[in-house]
Nanobody
Framework: QVQLVESGGGLVQTGESLTLSCAAS????????MGWYRQAPGKQRELVAR??????DYADSVKGRFAISRDNAKNMVYLRMNSLKPEDTAVYYC??????????WGKGTLVTVSS
């Protein structure tokens, strides 16, 4: 069982930056997919970014503004968010998909961007 704990959310103004962190409670294989999803009020959860051992994928809405990274030695994944917009307001969730296909989720961290 893997537990994920997100941190780094908060209230910022348009154009500011935040870095989200996700700590995994146990070893994450480097070939596991780690990602960030978000869910805005009244909307479905959507993929923001994900990272494998060699690739990074981003939602079109965050390309060029957000950057995902991971530290396998520390079992951490990060999301650097620049040039934040009000439409980025959401609860952000950390996700790990193991090579066996098991999904783990954190409880989320709230990001609020004021205009």
């Amino acid at each position: 069982q893997v537990q994920l704990v997100e941190s780094g959310g908060g209230l910022v103004q348009t154009g500011e930056s935040l870095t989200l962190s996700c700590a995994a409670s146990s070893f994450i294989f480097s070939w596991s997919v780690m990602g960030w999803y978000r869910q805005a009020p009244g909307k479905q959860r959507e993929l923001v970014a994900r990272i494998t051992s060699g690739n990074k994928d981003y939602a079109d809405s965050v390309k060029g503004r957000f950057a995902i990274s991971r530290d396998n030695a520390k079992n951490m994944v990060y999301l650097r968010m620049n040039s934040l917009k009000p439409e980025d307001t959401a609860v952000y969730y950390c996700n790990v998909e193991t090579p066996a296909g098991t999904d783990y989720w954190g409880k989320g961290t709230l990001v609020t961007v004021s205009s």
